[in-house]
């Protein structure tokens, strides 16, 4: 029997609506425009334009530079509860404050808890990709709602054998081998992973690995975060030391710090390629796909 | 009986430390060093530098362009409280997101209900300055924390004895009569009320009250806040049109929006000051005087 509880509503916070409005397509859904201007004094103004009564709804928002981000995404979870929405849920495909999960010194916000506690209040459910849980095993450590977290690695291999010719997948560091080992085995593509030695804060010792048989491919290096871009410069810089040719970068978040492209472009990298978890210009990896189902899941939950 | 329970900090937001500093003084409290930076991807790193367990720490944070001044004003309080603060208050001498008080719209999200949440979850008590009240009748309809409203006029009124030439006091519209009044007795000066009628959007008549006797003295315009100074422009046009002299501008909140400085400039005001509670070159009127009887009441109630 079809009733309201079958009505699904999707809205895209600013600068999410392309992926909210493939995401809307993808589950049959209904748009809710999300109105957001400021006042002179900086207040927002948000109005949803539809009639979420009885829906559930699923806000569309990337979280990269949170904090202006962050009161406009909770008053309109708020508004859609009390215009009657039935569920509110959000699709953050960049989660952010995962970052400071202890205090590395006395007197350290733990924001990442602060923040959990924000969305879990506002938020009946949560779907994001690949989130840097650094200390954290699980979301639900810090997260009290029902979440998913959804992985790029398919988008990723997908993307890399359609557009590179002969790759080679690439970690610039330990820590980057479970990303990279999961897209290379996607497509039993050969992977490898740098290791890097840290004698301080600039004295970063890379060590190449063997790559004997594989100087005629293009290497790709995969990594879930490009911020500042150092990690990514170095290891370029090591490649092409070792006469590997220009590398291709597929990232999952394209944060990009303030420095960080021109970093990457003087260092020699071939291309810089991310997911649209982030919307940036290197955003060529739609996620859409492999977000539908998860959001599905959780919008229509009882 | 001296104890921890007396130990009393204050730490500033960014851009309020000399308030702060003004405010600890005069409680005789210790300066919590509040550290705020920010990431590459725009998130926020607070540190409290000094420790506040058992103490009743004050946060001071005007409110203006609040959506990027919220996460960490509400970050470091969760911090001071999970190391130990007995007691978190917050002295925001300008409040945010008093505008939004019904659906004026359907589907508009009530801004101030939500934004008074927050606050109420996170400290314990909250001193504001006049704040632009609309159709709540008081904080405690929207605030679940004990809240004291420090008002502004015996400041604006000593400015303006000391400060101003044979003063005539100018309410800009009828909504403005009751900051005019009360500063006005407080100094036993004149004052008169501009009327103003609404024929649309940009067509707006004001009627001088009658003036006669003043003709020599300075018009002082009052009113609670300048954002986008069209009233404040418009009611400076016309008393230079009757004859009067440029008037001195007085307010209580100094938000300038984008091209207000320039409007009063262009309509000819001879000066605009306003009190601190918001961070402007005009903010000439320090309340700190006013505010820290208040914050001492609250931060020590056990």
């Avoid at 979870?77 to 404050?97: H, I």
């Avoid at 820590?175 to 992973?193: G, I, Y």
């Avoid at 390629?273 to 919008?299: K, W």
Wanted: aromatic share 6%.
């Amino acid at each position: 029997m079809s009733d309201s509880r079958d009505k699904l509503m999707v809205a895209g916070l600013p600068g999410n609506e392309p992926l909210a409005r493939a995401l809307a397509e993808l589950l049959g859904a209904e748009a809710l425009e999300l109105e957001h201007r400021r006042f002179p004094d900086g207040e927002s103004y948000l109005r949803l334009h539809g009639d979420p009564k009885g829906a559930s709804v699923v806000f569309v928002a990337t979280l990269d530079h949170p904090d202006e981000k962050t009161p406009p995404l909770l008053f309109a979870a708020d508004c859609a509860r009390e215009l009657g929405a039935r569920r509110v849920g959000l699709v953050a495909p960049s989660l952010a404050y995962m970052r400071q999960d202890q205090r590395f010194k006395p007197g350290e916000a733990l924001t990442s808890r602060t923040f959990a506690r924000w969305l879990s209040n506002h938020f009946d459910w949560l779907v994001t990709v690949d989130p840097h849980l650094h200390r954290y095993a699980s979301l639900d450590e810090i997260y009290r709602l029902d979440s998913i977290v959804v992985p790029a690695a398919p988008a990723l291999a997908d993307w890399i054998a359609e557009s590179v010719d002969k790759p080679v997948l690439i970690g610039p560091d330990a820590e980057s081998e479970q990303w990279v080992s999961v897209v290379a085995e996607m497509k039993s593509l050969p992977w490898r992973v740098l290791t890097k030695k840290r004698h301080g804060d600039r004295d970063v010792q890379m060590t190449l690995p063997d790559l004997t048989g594989l100087e005629d491919h293009t290497p790709v290096l995969i990594d879930d975060i490009i911020s500042s871009g150092g990690t990514i410069a170095e290891a370029t810089r090591h490649l092409l030391e070792h006469g590997l040719k220009a590398p291709v970068v597929v990232a999952v978040h394209g944060l990009f710090g303030d420095r960080a492209r021109e970093l990457l472009g003087h260092a020699g990298v071939q291309r810089v390629v991310c997911t649209n978890a982030v919307n940036a210009p290197e955003s060529e990896i739609g996620l859409s796909r492999l977000l539908a189902p998860a959001a599905r899941q959780l919008a229509t939950r009882d």
